[in-house]
Nanobody, 126 residues
Framework: QVQLVESGGGLVQPGGSLRLSCEVS????????IAWFRQAPGKEREGVSC????????VYIDSVKGRFSVSRDNGKMTGYLQMNSLKPEDPAVYYC???????????????????WGQGTQVIVSS
């Protein structure tokens, strides 16, 4: 059974940092790109970052470039999203997802992903 479990969310002040983790099981982690998405209340799910199978390629949306860093440890079957300099526009439920085997690129399109975690809440407030 494919499972992705996020952790690491919480309450942080503006300018603060959080590190999200995505522990996976039930599939061969190293074969799949992994991405992070977020969804704020009343908004559509938005692709934030993707890390390729090997970890050698990363993709970010413009609004998090220079602040967020995505990585993975294939031996631990875990993906990570380091979030620094958090802003008031960053709060959302953050999800990790596994790319569909049919997808070629490390993309930020939700339709390219076939398995999702339950999400972890990130709150940015002073």
């Amino acid at each position: 059974q494919v499972q992705l479990v996020e952790s690491g969310g919480g309450l942080v002040q503006p300018g603060g940092s959080l590190r999200l983790s995505c522990e996976v099981s039930g599939f061969t982690f190293m074969y799949y790109h992994i991405a992070w998405f977020r969804q704020a209340p009343g908004k559509e799910r938005e692709g934030v970052s993707c890390v390729s199978r090997s970890g050698g390629r990363t993709v970010y949306i413009d609004s998090v470039k220079g602040r967020f860093s995505v990585s993975r440890d294939n031996g631990k079957m875990t993906g990570y999203l380091q979030m620094n300099s958090l802003k008031p526009e960053d709060p959302a439920v953050y999800y990790c997802a596994r790319v569909s085997i049919a997808a070629h690129d490390c993309s930020l399109r939700p339709s390219d992903y076939d398995s999702w975690g339950q999400g972890t809440q990130v709150i940015v407030s002073s």
